[in-house]
């Protein structure tokens, strides 16, 4: 492996922590969507804003179930060396 493809190379420590930041970013937008919907005017914006809030809450632990296989990762390749 040459030193440009050295440098692209993700570990699965700096992986974990990416995915916690990325979770608590995308956990962030989620909750200010929930807690903005007793501002919703209708039932069309009521209903985008739950879109919104749910879609971010999936990105969310997608976030945390790629944190978890990058733990994973990391606890079985000390364990096996």
């Known amino acids: 492996m040459d030193r440009g493809q050295e440098a692209v190379k993700v570990t699965a420590q700096m992986g974990a ?5 990325f979770a608590l970013f995308c956990y962030g937008f989620a909750v200010s969507g929930f807690l903005s ?3 919703a005017a209708d039932s069309q914006q009521l209903a985008d804003a ?9 990105l969310g ?3 945390v179930v790629f944190g978890a296989i990058s733990w994973w ?6 364990e096996g060396e």
Not at 17 to 21: H, I, K, N, P, T
Not at 73 to 78: I, P, V
Request: hydrophobic residues 60%.
């Open 73 to 78: 990762m990391m606890k079985t390749a000390k």
């Open 17 to 21: 922590v990416l995915s916690v930041f």
């Open 50 to 58: 739950k879109g919104f809030a749910w879609f971010w809450t999936f």
């Open 61 to 63: 632990t997608i976030g």
């Open 37 to 39: 919907l007793d501002d």
